[in-house]
């Protein structure tokens, strides 16, 4: 993002006391703990962060009897099964298509099977399964 993009934002919304507190606590936050701070929310509130558009999608374009088959899925969750021999390649691969820190990606390999991307197009789910397998990790594409 730009600069110029940044500082827009910036002026665009102006939090103070708690609300500001909370957003300045959550930009530390690891993106595990981030995602588990979503599903508790999801949880508790009894909401869904997911977006929208997926069950338009899976709605038929005609509205009458088309006859033509299934909708063909778009977006697919990357799921590591199994670490394999090299739990080491699989963690340092893993921490550099996510991001993660050391201790969150290695959380995820003794976690397995653990859900490392979700709703991940097509190609980018198919590249990142033939990366981690590339070091010995099992995956599953959902």
């Known amino acids: 993002m730009s600069e110029e993009v940044k500082e827009e934002a910036k002026e665009q919304v102006q939090l103070e ?12 936050i690891s993106v595990l703990e981030l995602s588990q701070l979503v599903k508790a929310l999801e949880d508790r509130l ?19 009897d ?3 088959g299934a909708v063909e899925k778009t977006d697919f969750d990357v799921v590591l099964t199994a670490a394999g021999g090299s739990k080491i390649q699989v963690i340092k691969e893993l921490r550099g298509l ?11 390999v003794d976690g397995a099977p653990a859900t ?10 198919e590249a990142w399964k033939e990366k981690l397998e590339g070091v010995g990790a099992t995956v599953e594409l959902k």
């Open 17 to 28: 006391g708690k609300m500001a507190e909370f957003v300045d606590w959550v930009e530390t």
């Open 46 to 64: 009894g909401v869904t962060a997911a977006a929208p558009v997926a069950a338009v999608a899976a709605a038929p374009a005609g509205g009458g």
């Open 66 to 68: 088309e006859g033509g």
């Open 98 to 108: 996510t991001g993660l820190g050391l201790k969150e990606a290695k959380e995820l």
């Open 116 to 125: 490392i991307k979700a709703a991940v197009a097509k190609a980018d789910a």
